[in-house]
């Protein structure tokens, strides 16, 4: 990737020296820049904790950084841009009625389905009392169907509540055809986040999958 001239111009302010660097953008990004002394020449991204974190070259010049960050912001812009299309309240609604039907005849019949932001320790949770399913906006970014498999464990609690998640549940939950491989791939995504939050030295969600979540 080439630098360009074009200098974004919430980094008007920024300070040289600090390995870490944060601002927020003209459309309220949080960003929060680390300077990684073992990175040569590569960049990465990743929005986590609501905030867009950029690791650069600390040995990058104040331009070339500056323009780096843009290019990343502009392209997280796209990115959200084409995951909020199809990652609406009423398309996650429609999915889990899809798969309520799919795999349980729609017995599990949910009122409310949504994508939540505050969900920081759970993969999704159900309540039976009030039939609805919350799902971490987390998984947004995950394959379509990670994302099912947590959208049928969801509908499972609401078929056999009083299972929590015990044979009843395990049974309901097996009819899912890729569940080993979702539960791998959500292990996995699980450990690396943590690894890297202990490398940026942030908070750790301990975002562990699933709770005993059905009321």
Request: neutral net charge.
């Amino acid at each position: 990737m080439n630098p360009t001239d074009h200098v974004c111009e919430e980094y008007s302010s920024m300070p040289v020296s600090p390995s870490i660097f944060e601002f927020v953008a003209h459309d309220d990004i949080p960003v929060r820049v680390v300077r990684s002394t073992k990175r040569r020449k590569t960049i990465s991204s990743q929005w986590r904790d609501e905030t867009l974190i950029i690791q650069v070259p600390a040995a990058l010049d104040e331009k070339t950084e500056r323009s780096f960050v843009d290019e990343m912001l502009k392209k997280f812009r796209q990115s959200r841009q084409r995951r909020n299309a199809g990652h609406t309240d009423t398309e996650l609604g429609r999915r889990a009625h899809e798969l309520d039907q799919h795999f349980f005849d729609g017995s599990a019949s949910p009122t409310t389905v949504r994508w939540v932001t505050n969900q920081n320790k759970r993969w999704g949770s159900a309540s039976y009392q009030q039939r609805s399913i919350r799902l971490s906006s987390k998984l947004q970014q995950m394959p379509s169907w990670v994302r099912d498999y947590v959208l049928v464990h969801e509908l499972a609690h609401l078929v056999a509540p009083r299972s929590g998640h015990g044979p009843e549940f395990q049974k309901l939950l097996n009819r899912f055809p890729r569940r080993s491989e979702a539960d791998l791939y959500l292990e996995a995504f699980h450990a690396g986040y943590n690894s890297h939050a202990k490398e940026l030295g942030g908070p750790i969600d301990e975002l562990d999958g699933f709770g005993e979540d059905a009321e």
